[in-house]
């Protein structure tokens, strides 16, 4: 068996920074069904007022329809997939009012806290919310703190602690019920 000439390399790292492994995936694909049945648990009325695409709201719709324990499982898989192509930030502003502004608020915190702290909150943070991840987080952080050393726009710092505060929200809703 002949080996690899060359070493990796950093630029084949830097090509793989960034991406989700497999198990990142199918644990995003599991809170995407998951924030699927919290919107499942709307009233129809609500659901039909929703802002994503008419597929999406048929499925929620027929969620609330079905009995059938592996089936309810399949359609939220289904509502999970379909939920990847809407926009994150919009339906978890359309759920935040069932956790209200202190809960936002205090979310914000937890946020601004983790950035400036690290490690330490994140695990406080764990414990009071028992679908966080270590790794997710972690990641984010990494990123934001990439982004402030590399002096990027504030766009960019902006969208990516968005993309914390999306993610720490959706721990929120999960860990709540």
Same mark, same amino acid.
């Given at each position: 068996m002949a080996r690899r000439p060359n070493r990796y390399t950093e630029e084949d790292?830097?090509?793989?920074e960034g991406r989700a492994s497999k198990t990142e995936q199918k644990k995003a694909v #599991? $809170?995407?069904?998951?924030?699927?049945?919290?919107l499942a648990k709307l009233n129809p009325k609500q659901i039909k007022n929703l802002p994503v695409e008419e597929r999406l709201i048929e499925a929620l719709l027929d969620a609330q329809t079905i009995t059938s324990h592996e089936a309810r499982r399949r359609q939220f898989q289904r509502v999970g997939k379909l939920l990847r192509n809407e926009d994150e930030t919009m339906i978890l502003s359309y759920l935040t009012p069932q956790q209200?502004?202190?809960k936002t608020a205090q979310? #914000? $915190?937890w946020t601004e806290r983790m950035i400036?702290?690290?490690d330490p909150v994140i695990k406080e943070f764990m414990k009071a919310h028992n679908a966080a991840e270590?790794?997710?987080i972690r990641q984010h952080i990494?990123?934001?703190q990439r982004d402030i050393a590399k002096n990027v726009s504030e766009e960019e710092l902006t969208a990516s602690k968005l993309k914390l505060f999306n993610y720490i929200q959706q721990v929120a809703l999960l860990s709540d019920n």
């Open positions: 790292f830097e090509s793989l #599991q $809170r995407m069904a998951a924030l699927g049945e919290e209200g502004a202190k979310l #914000q $915190r400036a702290q690290g270590h790794h997710p990494l990123r934001i």
